[in-house]
């Protein structure tokens, strides 16, 4: 699956600077989890994904067809418990009930901790080529366009998303979807990342301590070195790290950081 829409995420970051490690995290490792969303569908699904540790609800909208998940806003919980109960006010101030009944249902998806494979069967697997051609030298000569041209793109596939085979309205949306995709994946501007954070958003989650990786990183000292930002780890460490910490991604993608 194909994400889209990442241009919300950014400008979210802008605004709320709290919650960077976090959605760099979320989208670092999406690629990596695609098999949680090739479920088939003949219909098109609603959905959130919320961020473990963090209040922050990424809501989207999957067309199954097109391959892709386009990211319609983000919220917090207690944004959307607003809405439901102001909702419901208006409701019971109509006298209308039924309605509450015919609305779409929200799908909420979480990631538990998986069983990360060895890193070298994640690296060989179909993952590996998505990193490889996202990074791949040739692909950025590709004519990706102009900000403007990107912004009416995104516009005509959010009103063309919810298209269906054998249609006019989904060849289109098959034309423009990769336009839009290069544009984000290399184009888009996000900060940066650093690896210390990733590790530290993921092991205060579980409630690990850091002096509890020491038989990964080395010595006490080692690892206040590497949570202060001072170490670099080789990629054989750091890849038995992203397993300890269930990070799912392969030390190769150095994307945000």
Known sequence: ???????????????????????????KEFPYRHEQHTAHSSVQVDGTFQMDGFDCL?????????????ILELTTKEEEMNKW??????????????????????VVVTFPPPDIEDLDQLEQSNNKEVVANLFHPELKELAIGTADEYEQNLDRVNILFDAKPETPE??????LLPKVIDYEEYMLEFPKLKIFEAVKNRIDFF????????????TDHQVDLFFSGNLELADDVLGKLYEFVALRAPVTDKRFF
């Open 1 to 27: 699956m194909n994400l889209i829409g990442r241009n919300k995420i950014a400008n979210y970051i802008l605004k709320h600077s709290q919650s960077r490690v976090v959605l760099l995290t979320f989208l």
């Open 58 to 70: 990424i809501k989207v909208r999957t067309n199954h067809f097109a391959k892709a998940i386009n």
């Open 85 to 106: 109960e102001q909702k419901r006010k208006e409701q019971e101030a109509t006298g209308i009930g039924e309605e509450i009944i015919n609305q779409s249902v929200t």
């Open 170 to 175: 989904f060849e289109e949306l098959l034309t």
């Open 207 to 218: 409630s690990i301590t850091p002096i509890e990786l020491r038989y990964i990183i080395g």
